[in-house]
């Protein structure tokens, strides 16, 4: 037991196979390895005729004849009796993916460095020599590589240590003799080196780069973070304003109501007062009426005489000259001004500066836009207001259709009741919509047709209720190969594609009154710029034989279109 205590099995291993020396062998130098391990060994340089240790690299010519070491051998055996074995731990084997020791017989080890200059690849064990010899230790060792063949000249069977600049290859130094001769050729070390630094300045820029990118995508990520929190803010302050806003018309609306049945109280109260004195009166007249009657029928001349004066004298009539009977009028201004408040708040939120558009980075949140000058309807069409037209106003000569949106001249005049809005010598009619804020809307016509907008309280009568005629009112004369447009009784003719539909597009609050052909393509025939100091209504005036119809077209204003269903 003290013998294997104090023997290290290394020191009877082969180097070869790393195994217990098999029938020993001892070379000149002094280095013993398996018979067949050295044979073997010594066969693979057979070709050069120059034989070496693989230990320290002593070369022997010619080749070596061995004979079997008895006193080592039988030391090996007498070892391998008491237990002694040298045994590998699995982990130190080359597996599929690793690169084997190209000294190693048997079963491999893994190879812990390739030399450049052996072109074999060395385990732990089989490397100590480049570590051991003066001579081996200049060889240049690198991690483990399984194509160091590629290093070799498949032409010449040398080490390729020059690279030819010209065709952009490692060579080796016969290769400049022959076909590479001229060409510019360098140590491959040197041409690694300027590579390297090229290299390294690569590196630096795309380490630079990175650091660029990555404070870019930083920057960008803090952007997103602010769009976040500057909408969420936007829709928490937009749900505030709109709840105030609501509770505001909602309290606006009990004030109304309120008013309302305090003004109705106050309004049935009085008249309740004044039937009550009639319903008196009558009483008393009845009993008056009672009286003469009784009176007439007296025979007597001197007792009708005598009473008469006291029975005929009547009392004072009760003064009914401020009943004003309105039927289901009484509150009709009430009901026009909510209808204007109603009115005004759709302008508003039909309007583009209620919207909210995203384009690219920037977020633009109620802010004034300019009048569209969108040649397609597109644009407009955010803006179109559904109108009909307001059968007190229409002349007689004139027949409503299509639920009152279409209008035709006709040779006998129509049974429309007597009302002070209607046009009396003009073929005229206004809608009964007020315009304001920003609308459009298109008409079809055919014939000869004005196309106007005008006050509430234009003329009904006379030549100055003709659409154009006044400062009340502004028309567009559509004919059938020509346009002219009209106001305060001045004619200005137009240019333009004739088209059987117009576009009118109003901005109240700007002072923008626009016409268009609208056909495939939108057409401006004409603008006024001005100010209007009054809501405008849609007109329309037509010569003999002629129709025209107020157009049904789509709203494509998402968020107006919306909030205007609301109110």
């Not at 802010?367 to 307001?390: F, G, H, V, W």
């Amino acid at each position: 037991m003290a013998q294997k205590d104090q023997l290290d099995p290394e020191t009877f291993s082969c180097v070869i196979c790393l195994d217990l020396l098999k029938d020993p062998v001892t070379t000149t130098c002094g280095h013993s390895y398996c018979m067949s391990c050295i044979k073997g060994f010594w066969d693979g340089e057979d070709q050069r005729k120059i034989y070496s240790c693989p230990q320290c690299r002593q070369a022997f010519t010619p080749r070596p004849v061995l004979k079997k070491n008895t006193m080592l051998a039988a030391l090996v055996e007498q070892l391998k009796k008491t237990g002694l074995q040298a045994a590998p731990a699995d982990h130190c084997y080359a597996g599929p993916e690793d690169v084997a020791c190209d000294v190693c017989t048997g079963r491999k080890r893994k190879a812990t460095k390739s030399c450049l200059t052996c072109l074999m690849s060395y385990c732990e064990n089989h490397l100590q020599s480049h570590f051991e010899s003066t001579k081996l230790k200049k060889h240049k060792l690198v991690e483990p590589s399984e194509k160091l063949q590629e290093n070799i000249c498949s032409r010449h069977d040398e080490v390729m240590k020059i690279f030819c600049r010209t065709d952009k290859k490692c060579i080796c130094y016969l290769c400049t003799m022959e076909d590479h001769k001229g060409h510019d050729t360098v140590p491959a070390a040197a041409e690694r080196t300027e590579r390297q630094r090229e290299l390294e300045v690569s590196r630096l820029n795309i380490q630079q780069r990175i650091q660029d990118r990555e404070k870019d995508v930083k920057l960008l990520q803090q952007e997103v973070e602010a769009i976040s929190l500057s909408a969420d803010k936007a829709v928490d302050d937009s749900e505030k304003i709109f709840t105030r806003l609501i509770r505001l018309l909602q309290k606006r609306s009990s004030d109304v109501k309120q008013q309302i049945r305090s003004q109705q109280e106050t309004e049935v109260s009085g008249v309740k007062e004044l039937q009550e004195k009639l319903q008196q009166e009558i009483t008393e007249l009845k009993r008056k009426d009672a009286e003469l009657k009784q009176l007439s029928h007296k025979e007597d001349h001197n007792q009708f005489l005598h009473n008469y004066p006291s029975v005929s004298h009547l009392s004072e009539p009760t003064d009914s000259s401020s009943i004003n009977i309105r039927p289901l009028r009484y509150f009709e201004d009430v009901t026009a001004a909510v209808s204007e408040l109603r009115d005004k708040l759709q302008d508003i939120l039909r309007d583009r500066r209620t919207k909210f558009s995203l384009t690219e980075t920037e977020v633009d949140v109620l802010l004034p836009q300019p009048e569209p000058e969108s040649k397609t309807r597109a644009e407009l069409l955010r803006y179109s207001r559904e109108i009909t037209l307001d059968p007190n106003t229409v002349n007689t000569y004139l027949l409503l259709s299509e639920g009152n949106r279409k209008v035709t001249y006709t040779k006998q005049p129509q049974s429309y009741s007597s009302h002070t809005d209607r046009f009396i010598n003009y073929t005229q009619v206004l809608s009964r919509e007020s315009l304001t804020g920003r609308c459009y809307w298109e008409v079809e016509w055919e014939g000869v047709v004005e196309v106007a907008v005008a006050y509430k309280n234009i003329s009904r009568a006379g030549d100055e209720s003709l659409f154009g005629c006044n400062d009340q009112s502004w028309s567009l004369v559509c004919d059938t190969d020509s346009y002219e447009f009209c106001f305060n009784n001045i004619e200005t003719p137009i240019s333009g594609p004739v088209s059987s539909r117009v576009g009118v597009y109003l901005d109240h609050r700007a002072g923008i009154l626009s016409f268009y052909s609208v056909s495939e393509t939108m057409t401006l025939l004409h603008r006024v710029q001005t100010t209007f100091t009054q809501p405008l209504y849609a007109g329309l005036c037509l010569g003999d034989e002629s129709t025209a119809e107020l157009c049904k077209v789509k709203n494509t204003g998402v968020i107006s279109g919306f909030m205007c269903q609301m109110l």
